[in-house]
């Protein structure tokens, strides 16, 4: 989604663009802290920085009938979770949210996505919560899947899970022409999948191609380039069942850029 900003293929509009690579959980307390204009955070944080950031209509990770995944090195019941410690990728990402959603309250611990398939396959974690690409090579380490947060998503309520987001700053100047910069890349690195895949991968934490290639196909579609009415539906009904079981901060604002 990045990609077309390091290329001439569209116009910036007066904007300067910086990339800043950092894994999703650190993103979610830099937001808190405000401290990037524009950031890709988790949608359960949104609730903890909306005094300060607007949603991009656009940007989103949305997947329908698929998404993080709970595992464990044996077959273990939905029960059985409500008994054991979990590692989680960060108490602020969507996955962890839904888990709750789906569970109820669970013992955890926070680790490093990355870290999180060798933690259970070690043995060291009795089951963990994989995001990213763990969602697809946890059968490598052995692990069997507990539970698919995406599918039980879609079993109850109809609707894609919306995991990560893109805000944008309220105080930046523009932001619908900011908004609509973004847009452009976006429609111009599906428009050339190939060069904007092989740039991603230089960012790909050592994964071949054919998962890469896989991942992309799951979360960058015609959701990420507009959410849509059932997009937006599904943002609105994981925050509303997140207000309900008290884990976010208070009401939520959804507020989209670039939408009265």
């Known amino acids: 989604?990045?990609?077309?900003?390091?290329?001439?293929?569209?116009?910036?509009?007066?904007?300067?663009?910086?990339?800043?690579?950092?894994?999703?959980?650190?993103?979610?307390?830099?937001?808190?802290a405000a401290r990037l204009e524009v950031t890709a955070i988790s949608l359960a944080a949104y609730p903890f920085v909306q005094q300060d950031y607007a949603l991009?209509?656009?940007?989103?990770?949305?997947?329908?009938?698929?998404?993080?995944?709970?595992?464990?090195?044996?077959?273990?019941?939905?029960?059985d979770?409500?008994?054991?410690?979990?590692v989680i990728p960060g108490a602020l990402t969507t996955a962890f949210l839904t888990l709750r959603l789906?569970?109820?309250?669970?013992?955890?611990?926070?680790?490093?996505?990355?870290?999180?398939?060798?933690?259970?396959?070690?043995?060291?974690a009795d089951a963990g919560l994989l995001i990213h690409e763990g969602q697809l090579t946890f059968s490598e380490l052995g692990l069997s899947k507990?539970?698919?947060?995406?599918?039980?998503w879609l079993l109850e309520t109809g609707l894609p899970l919306p995991l990560g987001v893109n805000v944008a700053r309220r105080d930046v100047e523009r932001l619908n022409d900011l908004s609509a910069v973004l847009h452009e890349a976006i429609a111009c690195g599906l428009d050339h999948r190939d060069e904007a895949l092989?740039?991603?991968?230089?960012?790909?934490?050592?994964?071949?191609?054919?998962?890469?290639?896989?991942?992309?196909?799951?979360?960058v579609n015609e959701l990420t380039q507009d959410y849509g009415?059932?997009?937006?539906s599904a943002v609105t009904e994981l925050l509303r069942r997140?207000?309900?079981?008290?884990?976010?901060?208070?009401?939520?604002?959804?507020?989209w850029i670039g939408r009265a």
């Open 146 to 152: 507990v539970l698919d947060l995406g599918e039980w």
């Open 102 to 124: 789906a569970v109820g309250e669970v013992a955890f611990r926070e680790l490093p996505f990355e870290q999180i398939p060798d933690e259970v396959a070690s043995g060291r």
């Open 229 to 232: 009415d059932e997009g937006r």
């Open 242 to 255: 997140g207000e309900a079981i008290g884990a976010l901060p208070g009401p939520v604002s959804v507020d």
């Open 198 to 219: 092989d740039y991603a991968l230089e960012f790909g934490r050592g994964i071949d191609a054919a998962v890469a290639d896989r991942f992309v196909s799951m979360y």
């Open 81 to 86: 979770l409500e008994g054991v410690e979990i």
């Open 1 to 32: 989604m990045y990609w077309a900003l390091t290329t001439d293929l569209v116009d910036t509009r007066g904007f300067r663009f910086k990339q800043v690579l950092a894994d999703i959980q650190t993103l979610n307390h830099w937001a808190r």
């Open 56 to 79: 991009l209509p656009h940007g989103a990770s949305i997947g329908s009938g698929y998404g993080p995944v709970v595992v464990a090195r044996e077959p273990l019941s939905l029960d």
